[in-house]
């Protein structure tokens, strides 16, 4: 079974400043890795994805995220962040027949001026 | 093109009452899901179609059922609604580069 976890519930992050959100899975095979942003009352949008091939994943919106299987983990980054930013975060994975998502409980960004 | 579209966008409802959410994509995506949404458990799988004339269960299929009868329409049926089924339900579909899409969403409320 395949199982997500976002460690960071909540992230305070001041405007201009870098940050990094946390996500870890858990899997005996393959997986195809993903974030998703979802701005209040409204639903989830594409930031990035994983499926093969390098590593680093460029995503919309100056976000990227590594992929790092000894880990275990897909962190995703930012180097800069502004008040738009503001929104939760949601890691998934999706592994084996990649006919199943799972995503984790999910981070909310809160940007500060 | 409009993507997913979910009707209704909320609704209150009596318990032990039977309701429907409807999902409608123009994509023409194989595959179709259908996720609650929970404050502090982020998105849980109730049901998924890999193609019309297919579907197979998620994570919290209880209390729910679904059907596929063409391509573009994945409904989701609850068929005597109970106080825990309150929460907002998304319906997605996924694209062949294995890309979601996700619906508005429907705010349901079960008194």
């Known amino acids: 079974a395949q199982s997500v976890t976002q460690l960071d519930s909540q992230v305070p992050v001041f405007e201009e400043a870098p940050v990094e959100l946390r996500c870890n899975y858990s899997s005996s095979v393959s997986v195809y890795l993903f974030w998703y942003v979802q701005y209040p009352n409204q639903g989830l949008q594409l930031l990035l994805k994983?499926?093969?091939?390098?590593?680093l994943v460029k995503g919309i919106n100056g976000f990227e995220a590594e992929f790092n299987k000894s880990q275990t983990s897909f962190h995703l980054r930012k180097p800069s962040v502004h008040i738009s930013d503001t929104a939760e975060y949601f890691c998934?994975?999706?592994?084996?027949?990649?006919?199943?998502?799972?995503f984790g409980s999910g981070t909310k960004l809160n940007v500060k001026p | 093109i409009a993507g997913i579209t979910q009707a209704p966008t909320s609704q209150i409802l009596a318990a032990g009452r039977r309701m429907t959410l409807r999902c409608t994509q123009d994509?023409?995506?194989?595959?179709m899901y259908w996720y609650r949404q929970d404050l502090g458990l982020g998105l849980r799988l109730i049901h998924y179609?890999?193609?019309?004339?297919?579907?197979g269960k998620g994570e919290v299929p209880d209390g729910y059922s679904v059907s596929r009868a063409n391509t573009d329409d994945f409904p989701l049926t609850l068929a005597s609604a109970v106080p825990s089924q309150t929460s907002v339900y998304f319906c997605?579909?996924?694209?062949?580069?294995?890309?979601?899409?996700f619906g508005p969403g429907t705010r349901l409320t079960v008194l």
């Open positions: 179609s890999n193609t019309a004339g297919t579907t």
């Open positions: 998934a994975v999706s592994a084996g027949n990649f006919n199943k998502f799972y």
């Open positions: 997605a579909s996924k694209s062949s580069t294995d890309t979601q899409y």
């Open positions: 994983y499926l093969s091939g390098s590593t």
């Open positions: 994509m023409r995506h194989n595959a």
